[in-house]
């Protein structure tokens, strides 16, 4: 479970927050969210085709403004079209919906502009593609998003900005098919901590690596405006709008049309668990003297309902949270052509109050059926193999039911991995990363198993500050260490099922999570490739990698294992009669062990290109860290 990130925003409430929007038509709205509503003397039905946020028509020349705000007593927007003088909004007729035409707008400039709640409030716009801060963006530089818009002098808080002709981009991979779930690899990374500049467009200028690499799906993690530059941007604010520390919406767009045309596809974390003070959706319903949002809020819960929540609980069983979720679900999806989302903290998709973690991952029929209608609506915007990946960490039974609906879930095996990585035969059995150790499961691909995540220690670091030794043979010796790694991709790609790896890990990055703070500034490491051990593991992932998505041996549900013990051992059964025989020792002492080999004659060693001569019962003295995976057939 995600141990949250830079807590920068909370007090962001004392200060007036804005944004931009765009008009973005989504699932049926809400009919009030639970909010008891005055009486309405004034409703103004919205214009038909006015969507939410801001609507351009008359060729970009009149915009319609349309906010979501039940209960409020009086509504205007006020920016730079204005002078900030407010012009007042109307109300629908049922009370929800605050709503004004302006007029004698340039479609190709850039406007700022807030919205002022009941004469004392400014908020901003949650359906926004832009906003402006006062206090991060001159941290931005003009290489990573260049033409930035001035924030506009004389206001406070962070604003909006709308602009109707918007610079397009054309997308140039039309075609792209998504990889089968059992041959996804996933990468794992983060702009800021993978390359020095923190932009989009030098990562789409490193695709080599990752094209190198053989990984076939990159995972971003969040990329929407969060609080703050250097968050891991687990602290959400504006959920439509792409942070501008790493570039512009469509060097975003450049990025993923590269990948796609490089046959990776493109994951996007995405938080919906909660929201951090810095939203107008907190701001718009909040008790300043408790510091949390009121009972009459649409979106948000008083007191969260789960011990891991952090900033304020987004209330799923609320329309309005729905619509508001089912929308920026759309937004990406259309509007960015990505192939998956990884939801964080999926757990906490719930209104069952819990105080431990047991009571939390017990069994949730509500929660199911919340996730089975967020499933169902992803699949109605693109049944075509999407991923729809939740860190769920919950009981075997909820996550078969969910997985039966074609969710996936990740699977975090660094504890037990790292245990045999160091040499700690009697804490190191990774049963769990074979699908038939999870209750219920009898296919593996709906479980994305890894070693490393950005959430758990490095194992490297593990492995050289604590690893385990006997005589000359010692773990934290580098070549040793980085040797270890090697056994241990063996068996998580030789696995059946989707699997991850967390940036760097192919090079051994041994740097703590917890340097500069958990959620701080990691070195960036790039120099790890010329160093020949270093890249070695990296050959090592490469060559597995390769070999896990050309060989469908390995996305077989015929498997039978031994993850405990110091040699562990798995064995795999193909079509066409190929087995796959996988073996290694992660004792620190020489070990004996026969294997279980099949059929006796010819095997082939796929890492030493060797053969071997099998007479049954085939017994091998294996030295620490050695391993293999044979096979009864040349694998491609």
């Given at each position: ?107 190709s400039k850039e406007y700022a502009y807030q919205y002022l709640v009941d004469g004392n409030l400014k908020v901003a716009d949650p359906y926004c593609e832009k906003v402006l801060d ?408 490469a060559k597995l990698i390769k070999m896990k998505i050309k060989n469908s041996v390995f996305a077989t549900s015929t498997i039978s294992y031994n993850a405990a013990g110091s040699v ?47 007479t049954l019962p085939y017994t091998i003295d294996m030295a620490p860290g050695e391993y293999h995976i044979y096979s009864n057939a040349v694998l491609n």
């Amino acid at each position: 479970m995600r141990r949250i990130i830079l807590l920068t925003g909370i007090i962001g409430l004392l200060f007036s927050t804005v944004s931009c929007s765009k008009k973005n038509v989504g699932p049926t709205p809400p009919g009030g969210g639970g909010v008891v509503n005055p009486p309405v003397t004034n409703g103004k039905d919205l214009p038909a085709g006015a969507g939410d946020g801001v609507t351009y028509i008359n060729s970009g020349t009149s915009a319609i403004f349309n906010i979501y705000a039940p209960g409020k007593t009086s509504m205007a927007v006020i920016g730079e079209f204005n002078n900030w003088a407010p012009t007042t909004m109307s109300v629908t007729p049922d009370g929800n919906n605050w709503w004004v035409q302006i007029d004698n707008l340039d479609a190709s400039k850039e406007y700022a502009y807030q919205y002022l709640v009941d004469g004392n409030l400014k908020v901003a716009d949650p359906y926004c593609e832009k906003v402006l801060d006062p206090d991060n963006d001159k941290y931005i530089p003009a290489t990573v998003y260049p033409g930035l818009k001035a924030y506009p002098a004389g206001q406070t808080g962070i604003v909006s900005v709308m602009q109707a002709n918007q610079p397009s981009y054309t997308w140039k991979n039309n075609t792209f098919t998504r990889p089968d779930k059992n041959k996804l690899v996933i990468y794992e990374l983060h702009v800021r901590d993978f390359v020095g500049t923190h932009s989009y467009k030098t990562i789409k200028d490193t695709l080599n690596y990752l094209s190198n690499l053989g990984v076939n799906a990159i995972e971003l993690m969040p990329v929407n405006e969060f609080e703050g530059n250097l968050s891991w941007g687990y602290n959400p604010s504006f959920y439509f709008a792409v942070d501008k520390y790493y570039g512009t919406k469509n060097d975003l767009k450049a990025l993923i049309d590269e990948c796609h045309s490089r046959g990776m596809a493109v994951i996007l974390d995405m938080v919906l668990n909660h929201s951090f003070g810095q939203s107008p959706m907190v701001q718009l319903y909040f008790d300043k003297a408790t510091n949390k949002p009121t009972s009459n809020s649409p979106w948000f819960n008083v007191n969260p309902t789960h011990p891991y929540n952090v900033g304020y609980d987004f209330n799923h069983e609320s329309a309005a949270t729905k619509y508001f979720a089912k929308n920026v679900i759309k937004f990406y999806m259309q509007q960015y052509k990505i192939d998956g989302y990884r939801f964080d903290l999926a757990k906490g998709f719930t209104e069952r109050v819990s105080s431990d973690d047991a009571s939390f991952a017990a069994y949730d029929a509500s929660r199911v059926a919340i996730w089975n209608e967020y499933n169902n609506y992803i699949k109605s915007i693109d049944n075509n193999n999407f991923y729809n990946i939740l860190e769920f960490f919950g009981s075997d039974r909820e996550e078969k039911e969910l997985a039966d609906n074609g969710m996936m879930f990740w699977s975090n095996l660094n504890y037990n991995f790292n245990e045999a990585t160091m040499g700690y035969v009697p804490t190191s059995n990774f049963a769990r990363l074979y699908y038939s150790n999870h209750t219920g499961f009898t296919q593996p691909d709906n479980i994305v198993s890894y070693m490393e995540s950005h959430d758990e220690e490095r194992l490297m670091y593990k492995n050289l500050q604590y690893g385990n030794s006997s005589g000359s043979y010692n773990v934290k010796n580098l070549a040793t260490a980085l040797a270890r790694q090697e056994a241990a991709a063996a068996f998580l790609f030789t696995a059946p099922g989707p699997k991850m790896v967390w940036q760097f890990g192919e090079v051994g990055y041994d740097v703590s999570i917890d340097q500069n703070g958990r959620t701080g500034e990691k070195p960036i490491h790039w120099e790890y490739n010329n160093d020949p051990l270093r890249h070695k593991l990296y050959a090592t992932f490469a060559k597995l990698i390769k070999m896990k998505i050309k060989n469908s041996v390995f996305a077989t549900s015929t498997i039978s294992y031994n993850a405990a013990g110091s040699v562990k051992t798995a064995y795999l059964t193909g079509t066409g009669g190929l087995n796959v025989v996988v073996a290694g020792n992660f004792d620190v002492n020489t070990q004996s062990a026969t294997l279980a080999f099949p059929s006796a004659g010819t095997w082939y060693d796929y890492m030493t290109g060797a053969t071997i001569n099998v007479t049954l019962p085939y017994t091998i003295d294996m030295a620490p860290g050695e391993y293999h995976i044979y096979s009864n057939a040349v694998l491609n």
